[in-house]
Each structure stands twice: as C-alpha cells, then as structure tokens.
C-alpha cells in the first residue's frame, strides 16, 4: 500500500545552522508533497508543498526539493531559530481512486540558541 | 467559522463505552479526513471522504471505529465499546478538491480512556 517514510525522528541544530528533512514515498503517481510544522499542543498547519510538476520550491527560510525519480523529497530549513522548534511531517497525496493524503512519522526539530 | 471545528476538545470516558466525535469542515471544502495521534506518534490516517464519492475506510484500525459525513457538511467518528488504546488525539482536516489544495487541520478531540 501507499507509504511515506521519514527521516530522522529526531533533529537537534545550533541555532543559525540548516535542517534538512528527507522522505520517501511509494507511489511513483503521487503529484502533491505538503510539509506541516506541529507545534506542542497545537494542530499541524501548512508550511510549504510542492507539486509533481516542479523540482524545487522557496520560501524565504523553507525550501522543498523533489526528486521524483527517485520517489522522493526534503524540507530544507535555513539560518534555522528557536521558534522553528517544532515537529515537522511531510506528506504525500496519491493520485488512485482514493486520493488520501499519507503522512510520514515526523521529525522533532530542536533548535538550540 | 472560518476554520476546522471539532468537538468536544477533550473526552474521557471509561473502557467499553461509545464515543462520538464531530467534525465541522471548512464551508465549502469536499474532501474530509480523519486522523489518529498518539502521544508523540505520528498522524496515522483513519478515514477519508470526497463529496459523494465512497468514503476510503482503509485506515479505520478495527470495526469498532466507523464514521458518517452528511453530503459535504459534517462528519461524525464513532468509537463503539472503547479500550485503553484508543486514547489519542483525533484530527480531523479538510481541503477543497483538486492536486495542490491545502488540507487545513482542527484542533483535534483528545481522548483518554480510563
């Protein structure tokens, strides 16, 4: 069945440095990759997806890239801070009949000042 | 309202009794979706409706669990005669048709089951 794997789980940076995520994703027709940030207590909310369509994509800090060959993508997060501490999950939408959007297992970001 | 609304915001109920949530999507949004999380665990999918299409049942974890949605209004997730290992918190989201739509997520029902 469709899957998405995630790596790592667990994610500790120095506070200025980068993070990158990466997943993998089964379904070589999936066309929609989102990425959610999770803060404690809170409900996921969007931070940036992506397209089949398109290869990478920015915004300011976040930036996704997709390797649809190789079936899969990663969050990267620049001149990381404090407040990006969070858990993050990135997710795939297949294309079947069903069309569910799969999430991965998450990544618990901790940034250090 | 403008966003997801699920209720109640938190239930504890004892094991063996039947549980109700509800969902109220964003207005106008067709497809529905209901997860499971777990304390520090991931979003595992439950359930997904698209307009009047059948619903995609593949992640309900056992016939204990069902779930109903009105056309494209709201959605109910039942838990009949609950255990110990239902307690979690359950999300549900919704997004308009289409490839690239925002799922936009509630702020969950939390469940203990004592």
């Keep these: 069945g469709e899957n998405v794997e995630q790596h790592p789980s667990t994610l500790s940076v120095q506070e200025g440095d980068s993070a990158v995520i990466k997943c993998t994703y089964s379904d070589s027709a999936s066309n929609y990759f ?67 959007l799969t999430f991965g297992s998450g990544t618990q970001l901790t940034v250090l000042p | 309202g403008a966003g997801v609304s699920q209720s109640p915001s938190n239930k504890v109920t004892e094991k063996g009794k039947d549980v109700e949530l509800r969902c109220d ?43 109903e949605r009105t056309g494209e209004s709201v959605s109910t997730l039942t838990i009949q005669r609950t255990q110990q290992e239902d307690s979690a918190v359950y999300l549900c989201a919704s997004s308009l048709r289409g490839v690239g739509t925002e799922a936009f997520f509630g702020q969950g029902t939390r469940l203990t089951v004592v």
């Excluded at chain 1, 997710?91 to 569910?100: L, Y």
């Excluded at chain 2, 529905?32 to 979003?43: A, F, I």
């Design chain 1, 34 to 100: 989102p990425w959610y940030k999770q803060e404690l207590g809170k409900r996921p909310q969007l931070i940036i997806d992506i397209r089949s369509n398109v290869g990478e994509k920015k915004d300011q800090r976040i930036a996704v890239t997709l390797n649809k060959t190789a079936k899969h993508f990663s969050l990267h997060i620049t001149e990381t801070q404090p407040e990006d501490s969070a858990v993050y999950f990135c997710a795939a939408r297949f294309s079947g009949s069903a069309r569910q």
């Design chain 2, 25 to 67: 999507p964003i207005s106008g949004h067709t497809a529905l979706y209901w997860y499971r999380q777990r304390l520090g665990q991931g979003l595992e999918f439950l359930i997904y409706f698209q307009g009047n299409s059948a619903p995609d049942k593949s992640g309900l974890p056992s016939d204990r669990f069902s779930a």
